[in-house]
DNA sequence: GCCGTTTTCGGCCCGACTGTTTTCAGTCG
């Protein structure tokens, strides 16, 4: 049975295509709504779908429904497919790049007849762009970049589809008599924020057999290949994530996993000390920590297996203790309903309080923000009551703090005046707007931000949006230095479309001593789960419990609060 | 296409920036 996130892709299409066919901008938001209505859902559609309760989901009516109603009786939606035979689906990879949408990509389409990546490359190249009218030569050398950083980038999936898909597959894969153990491998187990492919190891008595039965429940074909130590399928889906299948015997699941798991520079590494002390890289250990052993080393941590420096720190003993989820007990960036949240203050600090937090801090958005309906200083004050009033409700179990995401604008400033923001328990400063200024002015920006003694974190640093859109261009060593002399902490924001900053610059930020914030940026109750994508990043990162202010027990945390914003003054 | 203490039609988050204009459309968040 497909599930909600696959509903909602097939309401994202036809938006897009919809869109590029120039229909009711109305109608379009629908469709989009109903979508990231999908997204949200908390439970699966297929149940309400049973129960003909579609139309209870906001944003889904009548047509709607009924849509779904066939996609799940048959698997195909002909309105879908009248669409794509009517706009061609190949557009919609031209709508990605920067400064191009729905709209001049129809008019590339309708006046040009381009359709595809080549042909707008071949067009911008001769000079045929300008002829268009809003399009210039400017346009078309920004468009021959944005062509080539398109092709540039590493192609792959979210690490936030990744994971639950696997964890999805181990579950079916576990259940079966053939199968002993199944775990997952690759840059997935490693923590990486994009990866190409989901790599999961199986141990079996006969790996042949367990990779057979994996196919048969997974519903899929592939050709098995049998080398003298493991057996291997690659499943390669229409459109999804390819998924390598590794089967090796119990007795030697310890170096099949160290081998699955990689990287490469990490694996070459090994080799090279294997062969240094004189043993055989291959050889067969029930467990990794048995394998790490017998090159006299400790078990090294996935997420640190890249090929930097890990290994010297393990043989002189100096491997970070790594934060692990658990340690989180506080989220301090949250937006509610007051805002763009999807839910009230109250559901949110309960989802909160459901996941083991003790501090909430919501974080709406400030007043310049108006797509996201940013408060103002009056709406800030008596968000404040509201606050006061859940707290109440709420008891001890949790402390609520008022923060707000803070813009800064254009000129580095921010959004509220001092006293406004002297009256906040936190203050995160983040970048919205603007993203694309020169690399000189709006590193300048977030060196205002930084150095104001109000601001505590900087919320995701970069402004980065994968898969497509790189963060902006900062001087990250004068941000770093800034952010270290003034102590501001920066965010490592754990939604799966930003990590940021990336696992990269938390190993620069240690480095200097910055503090680190792992925040959710949640917009609803099941965005706290995020929080887990941002642990992986900061344990890339090499950061232990210490480094991260979320760790910190609510009295230590409130008075690195007050102090940090008391400084300075 | 959805929705309704503005209720079955007529609305439906906004504002800055950019490159192209000569008063603005399209993109982006």
């Not at 400064?99 to 006046?111: D, F």
């Not at 297996?305 to 010297?312: C, L, N, T, V």
Request: charged share 25%.
């Amino acid at each position: 049975m497909p599930d909600n996130q696959t509903l909602a892709a097939l309401f994202k299409r036809i938006a897009l295509l919809l869109e590029l066919k120039g229909e009711n901008p109305y109608k379009i938001r629908a469709y989009r709504r109903a979508a990231e209505a999908l997204t949200e859902l908390d439970v699966p559609a297929t149940v309400l779908w049973e129960e003909q309760r579609l139309t209870e989901i906001p944003g889904v009516g009548d047509a709607i429904a009924k849509k779904i109603d066939e996609y799940l009786r048959t698997g195909h939606l002909t309105f879908l497919e009248r669409l794509e035979a009517e706009v061609p689906p190949s557009l919609i990879e031209l709508t990605q790049l920067p400064g191009l949408g729905p709209k001049k990509v129809r008019r590339l389409w309708q006046e040009l007849g381009i359709t595809n990546l080549d042909a707008l490359e071949k067009a911008a190249q001769e000079g045929r762009l300008r002829a268009l009218s809003g399009f210039g030569p400017k346009s078309e050398a920004r468009i021959l970049e944005a062509i080539h950083a398109h092709r540039a980038r590493p192609q792959g999936f979210l690490l936030g589809q990744a994971y639950p898909t696997a964890l999805h597959l181990l579950e079916i894969l576990r259940a079966l008599p053939e199968i002993a153990q199944a775990e997952m491998a690759g840059s997935v187990r490693r923590g990486k924020a994009m990866v190409h492919d989901l790599e999961l190891l199986l141990a079996a008595a006969s790996p042949t057999e367990a990779l057979q039965a994996a196919l048969n429940a997974l519903h899929a074909e592939a050709e098995i290949v049998v080398h003298p130590d493991y057996a291997e399928a690659e499943i390669q889906p229409p459109e999804g994530l390819p998924i390598h299948l590794i089967a090796a015997q119990p007795a030697r699941w310890g170096t099949a996993w160290v081998f699955s798991t990689g990287s490469k520079t990490h694996l070459n590494a090994l080799r090279d000390l294997a062969t240094a002390q004189g043993h055989n890289p291959e050889a067969p250990f029930p467990t990794e920590t048995a394998y790490y052993a017998a090159l006299g080393l400790p078990w090294i941590p996935p997420e640190l297996r890249e090929g930097q420096g890990e290994i010297e720190a393990a043989q002189t003993k100096r491997l970070p203790n790594l934060i692990t989820a658990n340690a989180i007990q506080a989220e301090l960036h949250s937006h509610s309903t007051w805002s763009d949240g999807r839910a009230s203050i109250r559901e949110m600090a309960e989802a909160a309080l459901a996941r083991g937090l003790r501090v909430l801090a919501i974080t709406d958005h400030s007043q310049s923000l108006g797509v996201a309906h940013g408060l103002t200083p009056e709406r800030l004050r008596a968000q404040k009551e509201e606050i006061r009033a859940v707290q109440a409700a709420l008891g001890n179990q949790i402390l609520l703090l008022q923060g707000a995401e803070v813009e800064i604008l254009a000129d580095g400033s921010l959004d509220y005046p001092d006293d406004v923001l002297a009256e906040l328990d936190v203050v995160v400063a983040s970048l919205h707007t603007s993203l694309r200024q020169p690399r000189e002015r709006i590193t300048e920006r977030l060196l205002r931000a930084i150095r104001n003694p109000f601001v505590h974190i900087i919320g995701h640093p970069s402004g980065r949006l994968l898969p497509h859109r790189a963060g902006a261009d900062l001087d990250w060593e004068a941000v770093l230095t800034a952010a270290a002399a003034s102590g501001v902490a920066l965010e490592i924001n754990a939604h799966p479309r930003r990590l940021d900053l990336d696992d990269e610059h938390v190993r620069q930020a240690i480095d200097r001593g910055i503090p680190l914030a792992i925040n959710t940026d949640a917009h609803t109750p099941t965005d706290f789960d995020n929080r887990f994508y941002g642990v992986l990043t900061a344990r890339r990162g090499w950061a232990t419990a210490d480094h991260v202010i979320n760790t910190r027990e609510p009295k230590r945390l409130l008075a690195w609060l007050k102090q940090k914003s008391t400084k300075n003054h």
